[in-house]
């Protein structure tokens, strides 16, 4: 381990983390410019082949930007496309992005360090930054915005040159060091562990943009939002903002070890997809009509009403009954497509019924900030269930790939073990460890406890692959 990295975890001062140089290599989880062909037709795309961890260049630092040492990292399913190479090679992004010349053109590298996640320590500014400084907790935004674009003085997303930061960006959070544009910082929340809060950012902000944020659905006290996926990433952070919200979450998922997690999230309505009769396939739109028709009718059993809202990532499988079970004059806001991006739906249901669909993505700063602040005061709790270390990125990926996670995975990156960060220990007892742990493995002690906790291996998990060096 370098020096710098070495007085960060000793807990060093800002003077004394300026006095360390910083290192021309770092350790990374990337993917590889020469592997982009190497799955071909094979109908397993394995990312533990793709995902390597390595050493990797350290790249130069502009005006705008601070150097993180990042102490944990969380997978999201960006992560997962980007090792499969889906829907399109992410070194396409990062030429696309280089063309502009200067400072971009730094992204275009034969590794892509990849990660959109990310809670550590500031270890440098560039010469333009105002409002950091070195020795600072931050977490780390995925959104990575031109604050010089007009249309990012209106909203962050509607700038032209928005991108997603370590995914359609070089130099992300799954590596013991970050380059970030320091507009993608917040404080982090100074009770929770380095695991807990690098799992807050990306989906928890993608979900207060889309039911909270003025572009959003913008839910109401009493509004009952049905939520697909809903103890993934952004599924567990939604019921909690419809729950805070004064709303009524009805929450899908597909196993009875899920219903359960739900429950301790605090989901109203539990609903097991297979009870309905809805597989792992996509409907057609007249069986997405027949599922409709079954899963209004639960809903309507169990809070009497249609709901207001349809909180929809999951995408092909599920949009068509979306569009259907939706109240007259509701809305379905949806942000990504794991299952599929081609949606099929009977639009007579949309346009006769006067129904909205909302495309949202990500979150703008502001939209974070807000986002944040309830983390702060407790409102929202990680969703955290399980951490690997660093050079299993692959195991941990393949978990995410596979559906077989629950809320979110998270990655120690520097940090040497779970339980490390909390800065507000007296916060964190008020708060209590049983509300910020809630899909945590209950098998294990809790990170809430301080101690290392090792991950826990699911069931029929391959042995992990150690990184291939770059």
């Not at 990312?47 to 390595?54: E, F, H, I, P, Y």
């Not at 109240?327 to 991006?341: F, I, L, N, Q």
């Not at 955290?384 to 559906?403: F, H």
């Not at 520097?414 to 509300?435: E, F, K, S």
Request: aromatic share 6%.
């Amino acid at each position: 381990m370098d020096a710098l990295a070495e007085a960060v975890l000793a807990g060093a001062s800002p003077d004394e983390l300026v006095r360390e140089d910083v290192p021309g290599e770092y350790l990374a989880a990337h993917l590889h410019a020469e592997d982009v062909g190497m799955f071909g037709d094979a109908p397993d795309k394995d990312v533990r082949r793709s995902l390597r961890v390595g050493r990797v260049p350290m790249p130069e630092l502009a005006p705008d930007e601070a150097l993180v040492a990042v102490m944990a990292s969380s997978v999201n399913f960006n992560t997962v496309w980007s090792a499969t190479f889906e829907p399109l090679p992410t070194f396409d992004f990062l030429r696309r992005f280089a063309r502009q010349g200067g400072y971009a053109a730094r992204h275009d590298r034969p590794q892509h360090v990849l990660g959109s996640d990310g809670a550590g320590v500031v270890v440098r500014v560039g010469a333009g930054v105002r409002h950091w400084r070195v020795g600072d907790h931050v977490v780390v935004s995925p959104s990575y915005v031109d604050d010089q674009e007009p249309a990012t003085h209106s909203d962050g997303m509607l700038g032209a040159q928005q991108r997603v930061w370590g995914f359609e960006t070089n130099f992300g959070g799954l590596a013991h060091y970050a380059v970030v544009r320091v507009n993608q910082l917040v404080p982090k929340p100074a009770h929770l562990t380095w695991e807990e809060a690098a799992s807050v950012p990306l989906c928890a902000s993608t979900a207060y943009r889309m039911l909270v944020g003025d572009r959003g659905a913008r839910i109401r006290q009493g509004d009952i939002v049905l939520i697909w996926g809903a103890t993934g990433g952004l599924g567990a952070y939604a019921v909690q903002l419809v729950k805070a919200g004064g709303g009524i979450p009805v929450g899908v998922v597909g196993s009875e070890d899920k219903a359960r997690a739900l429950r301790r999230l605090g989901c109203d309505v539990v609903v097991n997809r297979q009870d309905i009769g809805l597989g792992r396939h996509i409907p057609s739109p007249e069986e997405a009509i027949v599922l409709g028709k079954r899963l209004g009718g639960r809903i309507r059993a169990e809070v009497g009403e249609d709901p207001h809202v349809v909180f929809d990532y999951v995408g092909a499988a599920t949009f068509g009954i979306s569009v259907f079970v939706v109240r007259k004059g509701g809305t379905v806001v949806t942000c990504g497509s794991s299952t599929g991006y081609q949606h099929q739906y009977d639009n007579r249901y949309l346009w006769m019924n006067l129904k909205r669909i909302i495309g949202s993505h990500a979150a703008n700063w502001q939209e974070l900030h807000e986002c944040n602040r309830l983390v702060q005061r407790g409102m929202l709790a990680p969703a955290l269930s399980t951490v690997y270390p660093l050079d299993e990125i692959g195991e941990a990926t393949r978990l995410v790939q596979d559906n077989r996670h629950t809320g979110k995975v998270g990655v120690l990156c520097l940090a040497p073990a779970a339980g490390l960060g909390v800065t507000d220990p007296a916060l964190r007892a008020r708060i209590g460890t049983d509300r910020l742990t809630p899909l945590w493995d209950t098998s294990r002690p809790a990170p809430a406890d301080g101690g290392p906790t090792p991950p826990a291996r699911p069931a029929g998990a391959r042995p992990p692959r150690r990184g291939v060096p770059a």
